[in-house]
């Protein structure tokens, strides 16, 4: 198992900017080995994949964030990021990453983020 911390989650006005950062604590070799997940759980729904990347660094997009968002990875700082451009209401929501898939692995605390004017 691999515990991630996630970070970044801030109020926003609609059209601004936010980046978040996932730390991995534990297990590092399992981490770097991994394709890694953005999850977003809003309001009233199930938590989502919305970006993923590979071990290998090659990222894909849900297409609710496409084009506005962008997943990184850094394997000598073990972290994945994630650059969100021209936020949205709807992109409101607590943030988590994990593995893609998870699996049994646990969930960290999640970050925050609101969108509103």
């Known amino acids: 198992q691999v515990q991630f911390v996630e970070s970044g989650g801030d109020l926003v006005p609609p059209g601004g900017s936010l980046r978040l950062s996932c730390a991995a604590q534990?297990?590092?070799?399992?981490?770097?080995?991994?394709?890694m997940g953005w999850y977003r759980q809003s309001s009233g729904k199930q938590r989502e994949l919305i970006a993923d990347i590979t071990g290998g660094g090659n990222p894909a997009y849900s297409d609710s964030v496409k084009g506005r968002f962008t997943i990184s990875r850094n394997s000598v700082k073990n972290t994945v990021d994630l650059q969100m451009d021209n936020l949205k209401p709807e992109d409101t929501g607590d943030y988590y990453c994990?593995?893609?898939?998870?699996?049994?692995?646990?969930w960290g605390p999640g970050t925050r983020v609101i969108v509103s004017s």
């Open positions: 534990t297990n590092i070799g399992l981490f770097r080995l991994n394709s």
């Open positions: 994990n593995f893609d898939p998870p699996k049994s692995n646990p």
